[in-house]
Structure formats: structure tokens, C-alpha cells
């Protein structure tokens, strides 16, 4: 079964730097969308991306995050200029023909800030 | 926001049924009534979606009440690898609002 595939597993950067999170969605699906999750907390929706522009994004996706998909393939979520809270597990999703969908998740990647 | 109240936590015995509650009793008519499920250490794993009728799939089984202010997650029968967190969700346009879900035990 075809799978959302999200590198790197782990990730460990100083405060202050930037950071990018990749994913590769599934094939064929046309809608994208990044949640973190806090540890302990519950999964918080970011952004969703579709035709190349967001099409929705929380209060939490403010202007010290982005989002790319540079290729066919890859589905990207960039930190500038991290701060300790930004630390948490972010999970990566996409879904084929409409956002009423089901979402398919890759197992995150989990961001740590020091 | 998130719109659904679920149990903290249900214990289960292994291959016994679970009825899992959900009650969302401000849904609006085109809120679709999405469940997923989070074991440890993974991201969030599809698991049925309805909006009116029931829904039977190979994992589970959807029932929602005639005035949809409330639905039941079906598992037929519990096995270990179904001790995850199950999250029940209204749909809102491009936003999936997870609460704090029902952690679910299955007692071997």
C-alpha cells in the first residue's frame, strides 16, 4: 500500500536556525498538509497546500514557517529561526481528490530544538 | 473547535467487541464524522469516515445516531495491535480538529 514517507526520522538543530522537514506524499494525491504534535499534547493542524498555494493554515503558521513543493515528489515545511517550543513531532499528510478525503500520514519527523 | 467529546480512556478484552462513543451534538449537516487512530510512536492511521449511514469497512464499523449528534467506532473484535488512541473528528473544510481522544487498552 502506497505510503506518505517523511526524512528525516529525527532531527536535532540549535535555536536559532533554520530547519527543513521533507516529505514525500503519495503519488497520485493532490492535497497536502503539515500538524506537529507536542509532546503529550494533541495533533495541531498547520497548513494544507493545494495548486501550489496554501489554502489553509492555523494561527500557529505564522511567518517563521513555509511551505514548498520544489518537485514533482516532495512536499516541504521550513523553520526559520527555531525557538525551543518549536520542538515536537510533525507529520506530514496528504489526501487524493478533495479535502473531505481521508488524510494519509507519514510517521513524522520528531524536531528537537536545543 | 474541536466539536466531539470521547472518553478518556475504555479497556478491552482481546477478541471481544468495542464500542467506542463519540458525541458531537453541535454537527452541521455537511459534517462529515471521521475516526482515526494513533499507536505509539506513528502518525495518525485512517480508520472510517461517514455522514449519515452506517459504514462497515474491513477495520471497523461506524454507527451514527439518527440525529447525528453522536456516532459509536465499532471494533468487532480487539486484538493487541488495536491499543492506539482513537480520535473521532468533525470534519471542518481543509482542517482536521483532533481532540484529545479515547485511549484504548486491550487486555490480552
Redesign the interface.
Known sequence: EPE?TQTPSHQVTQMGQEVILRCVPISNHL?F?W?RQILGQ????LV?FYNNEI??K?EIFDDQFSVERPDGSNFTLKIRSTKLEDSAMY?C?SSDTG??Q???????TRLSIL | DAKTTQPNSMESNEEEPVHLPCNHSTISGTD?I?WYR?LP??????VI?GLTSNVNNRMASLAIAEDRKSSTLILHRATLRDAAVY?CIL?D????????GTSLTVIP
Open positions: 506518505v492535497y498538509y500538524y494533541k495533533v495541531e493542524f494544507s489554502s489553509e492555523s507529520f499528510a479535502p473531505y481521508p488524510q494519509h500520514f507519514g510517521d513524522g | 462529515y471521521h494513533q510512536s506513528q502518525g495518525p492511521e485512517y469516515h480520535y470534519r473544510a481543509y482542517q482536521f480538529y483532533f481532540g484529545t
